[in-house]
């Protein structure tokens, strides 16, 4: 194990998501020394759309990663394209002011950049677009999506409450009390898209190394020097660092700046035709709005594939599975036994905020992280719009505006930290669902 990916080895785990996949292009270590206009550190969905984006506005390229694209929380999440941050519209516009509707607008507008993408550069991920919903649990649940359906309806988007006599038919449970549905929302195959996108940036030029560990970052003259384990060397005029949750010193206080949390996914083996025709049949995902919440889709190989429901700061997601075990019986044992086959888990970064950070940690050199377990879209909007920082644009007209680095208070003590908020928010949905009762 290696301390570049957080202890991690660098092969993939076994995961749904590799049984369905397209293999990844060949993408060899980086040998030797090589100059470039920007260097991206790391291959999720964040440095290769910025890759995309800075060669197609005819921006030299390279980029590295420790293990290979897509290894990290861009290829293990479950494959769920939220619009939006955690945060309510409104609650946004209330803490950063009336010029935050631009970052909710790009926030809510980012899945349709990922089916966009997809669309425009034929990736093969199996793309759903067919919404996303959020069901409540409890009275105070119903009452929290009432007021996130109203404030995103009161600016245009596409979504609405659902008829809660209707929700047992399109979740295949009756568990639920409420919910609404975003229609901007949808699914994908998240390592094919991940794998998809560093096809599309090497095909458009781009060098895309795997298995090249980032070790340190130095200014040179006007340009930058990106020394890599095994001696190779990258020098750039500028720099991007999309690391994420894996996050080293390289940058002086990136990695203290948000708290990686581990979360895991399940998955069932292929479902019985009954199963498929009663568990989400108009193929929407969805996710709960329990404090551990529950995520849960049908894979494009007809899988019952569950996330979250917990979380830990180490490598052992042993206590989060029995927990995605128990919440998958309580929605759907009235089915019969679900027959489970596959557990994984990763490290996604969380921020003090809970909102996605930019950083210009110095000149030309640029970072992002912090999507708070709404990656696919948001990383993908990030990385599109760090290139077009790197190209010119005016910080002041970005939707996410750089920010100075905040160490996380108490970051020594974060995986203590993540137990007792674990412990706790289970307990507050406990309370929470008694008071429905």
Known sequence: MTPYLAGETPQLPETVWRLSSPPLVPCQPLRGHVEADVAIIGGGFTGQMAAITLREAGRSVVLVDAAEPGWGASGRNNGQVIPGFKWNPDEIVARYGPQAELLVAWGGGAPGLVFETIGNYGIDCSPVQKGWIQPAYTDIGAEQIARRCAQWAQRGAAVEMLDAARLPEMLGTPIFQAGWIDHRGGSINPLAYARGLAKTAMALGAQVHAHTTALSLRKQGAGWIVDCLGGARIEAKQVIVATAAYASDMVPGLARSMVPVRTAQVATAPLSEQMLQTILPGRQCASDTRRLLTSFRI???????????????????????????????????????????????????????????????????????????????????????????????????????????????????????????????????????????
């Open 299 to 437: 894979s494009p190989d007809n899988r019952l594939v569950m996330g979250g429901s917990g979380a830990t700061a180490t490598l052992d997601h042993s206590s989060i599975v029995p927990r995605l075990h128990a919440a998958a019986a309580e929605m759907w044992g009235h089915l019969g036994p679900l027959q489970w086959e596959l557990a994984w888990s990763g490290f996604f970064a969380v921020t003090n905020d809970h909102m996605p950070h930019i950083h210009e940690s110095a000149d030309g050199v640029i970072c992002a992280l912090g999507c708070n377990g709404r990656g696919i879209g948001l990383s993908t909007a990030m990385g599109k719009l760090l290139a077009e920082r790197l190209l010119g644009m005016d910080a002041r007209a970005m939707p996410l505006q750089p920010t100075a680095m905040q160490p996380f208070a108490f970051h020594a003590f974060r995986a203590m930290g993540v137990a007792v908020a674990t412990r706790y928010h289970g307990l507050r949905d406990r309370i929470d669902k008694a008071r429905s009762a």
